[in-house]
């Protein structure tokens, strides 16, 4: 069993907290790959977002930067079947010239289930021989023009109905070892979580515009920032009590606050006051 050296132990706690250290949607993905670059040698590490249904959906990023011709990526679309992970995740649609030798590699895995295979690193020489490989299309047609002769791949996600994310390092020489193989798996949860992270903190950088905008249109009525803040809570359905917990004031203060804002907006009582709030929040989040 592969254990890993002090050397790769650190690269491998480096990586992680640069993986993390990004939370922009914009930037994520190269800082990412860049990432796993540094922690496991490799001619190119790529992460690639492919989508069954609408391949307008699919990305993919590229680390160092390749820019694939417009043959090669008709190529690789076309030859995409030929890739040995095809009849592993999906045994049933897939035809494959090494079909038969790729389901015994399954089977010898002892599941029918690609959920196996998620978070699992795969080479595709686990599966191909050298010879078996060069005599596919997807290799002659397009890795052997980028020099790829061997890849590593570890899947995040994988379903006929959403985005299959996977992370493949390639290499033009020698094989991934072992100990690169379980840097690969170690890292494969922390980035399935960095990347709901991303998704966490843009719908959070959202909804904190969206407020910004509501807090501007707010202003017009005279409101301070504590009032808006209370406000806000209370239109979230929030009682006194809650609203004080959550912003570290006395409920009595809650209360003196609200008479305010009611008389700031004109309105007689907190469900009047809500309405109006949200109708403002809602209206800013169309507008926007």
Not at 121 to 131: F, R, V
Not at 145 to 165: A, G
Not at 258 to 266: A, N, P, R
Request: net charge positive; glycine share 4%.
């Amino acid at each position: 069993m592969a254990r890993l050296t002090n050397r790769n132990l650190q690269k491998l706690q480096e990586c992680i907290l640069e993986i993390y250290s990004d939370l922009s949607r914009e930037t994520f993905h190269a800082t990412m790959v860049s990432a796993i670059a540094k922690a496991i040698p490799a001619s190119s590490v790529g992460y690639a977002e492919v989508s069954v249904a609408n391949s307008a959906l699919s990305k993919n990023v590229i680390e160092p930067f390749i820019a694939l011709s417009l043959e090669e990526v008709t190529a690789f679309q076309m030859y995409l079947h030929e890739h040995p992970l095809m009849p592993l995740i999906y045994p049933q649609g897939t035809s494959h010239p090494f079909k038969k030798d790729i389901t015994n590699f399954r089977v010898g895995k002892q599941s029918s289930h690609e959920d196996i295979f998620i978070g699992t690193a795969l080479k595709i020489h686990d599966m191909l021989t050298k010879s078996q490989f060069h005599r596919l299309g997807i290799y002659n047609e397009f890795y052997r023009k980028l020099k790829i002769e061997h890849q590593m791949v570890v899947l995040l996600s994988c379903s006929s109905r959403s985005l299959n994310k996977n992370i493949a390092v390639n290499r033009d020489r020698r094989d991934f070892t072992e100990e690169e193989r379980l840097i690969l798996n170690l890292l494969a949860p922390h980035i399935t979580q960095a990347l709901i992270n991303v998704e966490v903190c843009e719908k959070a950088r959202q909804t904190f515009a969206s407020l910004k905008s509501s807090r501007q249109s707010l202003k017009s009525y005279g409101l301070t920032y504590r009032e808006e803040d209370i406000l806000y809570w209370v239109a979230q359905g929030k009682t006194n009590a809650e609203t004080a917990g959550i912003l570290k004031i006395a409920p009595g203060t809650v209360k003196i606050h609200l008479e305010k804002i009611y008389q700031k907006l004109g309105v007689e009582n907190r469900t009047a006051a809500s309405a109006l709030a949200m109708g403002i929040i809602n209206n800013r989040k169309n507008v926007d």
